[in-house]
Nanobody
């Protein structure tokens, strides 16, 4: 069974940092582009960051650029999101996703999803 499992979420004060992980299993994701999305209560799911299969190119939403860093360890079949200088508006459930069929920024183009991990940033 092919799965993505997120971890690393939690409660942090504004200005703090968290590192999310997304462990992939069931097949190799060495050749897969992957992304991170987030969804706050009452809001639509939104793009946060994406990375090409090789890790050679990364893409960020304007709201997280300069604060978040996406990376991919193909040997470990794991995706990461380093989140620094966190703000209360970063509070959301964070999801990893794989294999976009189209735009890296459009959540509807991704085929495989994890279950999500909660990130809460207190002011």
């Amino acid at each position: 069974q092919v799965r993505l499992v997120e971890s690393g979420g939690g409660l942090v004060q504004a200005g703090g940092s968290l590192r999310l992980s997304c462990a992939a299993s069931g097949r190799t994701f060495r050749n897969s582009a992957m992304g991170w999305f987030r969804q706050a209560p009452g809001k639509e799911r939104e793009f946060a960051a994406a990375i090409t299969w090789s890790g050679g190119s990364t893409f960020y939403a304007d709201s997280v650029k300069g604060r978040f860093t996406i990376s991919k360890d193909n040997a470990r079949n794991t995706l990461y999101l380093q989140m620094d200088s966190l703000k209360p508006e970063d509070t959301a459930v964070y999801y990893c996703a794989a294999d976009p069929d189209g735009s890296y920024r459009r959540w509807t183009d991704y085929e495989l999803w994890g279950q999500g991990t909660q990130v809460t940033v207190s002011s």
